[in-house]
């Protein structure tokens, strides 16, 4: 079981728990981005496991009509066992999810899988188009390119700041240059995609770019934040936006959960408050 500290920023352990957590989210305008939490996996068990988990998760989002799409993670779907087996394992998933007509996301992991990542994501985006959607992360500098390179790829691109501590020489450390990195390439997007583009962050002044990106170009866009960060901008933006919420779950929630608390000092508050208010 999760415990009470932990609850806010994870469903629950259980596929159920968190389509339960997504029917709630549905009541309030909100869609959900369901992960099962997992990641370098060096054997192949956990590996097959997960993607049969991912499997069942869109049969079961399908058959109870919930707007829901799943978030997958390279590394949790082979990677780190080789390219050829994380490409099999993922298009076995978007397979059984197009059948489904549920959207699967690609998250994007550290620097060393761009590549994979991206070419993985070109040749699935095509062959499901509008069924496939990957990650790019502002503080890289390869970033700009390879942005360019996906206005054509028929797929959506969800914009982030970037999660992972990276190398000086391939990635912008200052927070100052990557908030400006992450507005000029939602500059870009806005001009150049017909749509599909995501912006994920809970940056008040990175939202109100996009949505003047927005306005200027009229390109559709929606907005993703995680489960238990800044619910109330949440609800608030769900009237006027298209709003998804991140919603992981699983027994593998404690590397997750330290990870929200180490990023922001608010979140140890919050997490504590859950604690006391019992
Ligand atoms: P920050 O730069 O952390 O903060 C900027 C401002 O946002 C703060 O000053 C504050 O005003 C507000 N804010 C931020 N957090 C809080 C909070 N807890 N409570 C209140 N206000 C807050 N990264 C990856 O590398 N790969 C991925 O695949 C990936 N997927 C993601 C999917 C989603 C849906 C989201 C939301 C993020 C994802 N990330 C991913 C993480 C992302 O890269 C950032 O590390 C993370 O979102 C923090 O950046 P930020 O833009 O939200 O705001």
Redesign the pocket.
Known sequence: MIPPIANRFVAGESPARALEHVRRLNDRNIAG?VNLLGEHYTARPPVRSDAAEYRALVRDIANSHLEACI?V?PSQLGLDLGEDVFRETLADVVEVAADHGVFV??????HTTTDATLEAYEDLARAHAGGVGV?V???LKRTREDVERLADVPGKV?F?????DEPADIAYRD?DR??RE?EALLEYAFEHYGGGI?V???????IEHAIDCHETHGTDFEL???M???ED?QDDLAAEYPV???VPYGDRWKSYFYR?MT??T??VR?ALRAVLDR
């Not at 996301?105 to 550290?110: A, Q, T, V």
Request: some cysteine; aromatic content about 12%; glycine content about 6%.
């Open positions: 981005i978030s993670k996301w690609i998250d994007m992991e550290d990650c992360q502002a503080n969800r982030v700041k970037g999660a992972y927070t990557i908030d992450y995501a994920g962050s809970h940056d008040p002044e990175m993703q934040m995680l238990g960060v800044r901008a998804y919420q991140y929200r990023e922001r608010a979140n919050f």
